[in-house]
């Protein structure tokens, strides 16, 4: 691995990290005011489909800067589409039993 190929991941994992953490702060904003009725779960789901399909893709061709941070993105996606679903079904997470 030379000089370029480090240049070109470090870019590849700085990308990735912004990605992964974009949706941390709606997350955050749905967890708090638990509103999320403008949060479309066609969106939510469509992206769950295609980072999982990146995420097999970046696992199989082992490269990590591109599995990494859609794994991320991934679970970040789905923690959100579990708070729409209880948010619109009006299920408080307070009221779960564990």
Known sequence: ?????????????????????????????????????????????????????MTTYGVYNDDMPLYLPTSVSLMNSLILLVLVKINNNNVYIDDIKV
């Open 1 to 53: 691995m030379d000089f370029k190929d480090v240049i070109i991941d470090c870019i590849g994992f700085i990308g990735g990290s912004i990605l992964g953490m974009q949706l941390i702060p709606q997350i955050y904003k749905a967890y708090k005011t638990k509103s999320t009725n403008d949060i479309s779960s066609v969106f939510l789901l469509m992206n769950i489909v295609g980072l999982s399909l």
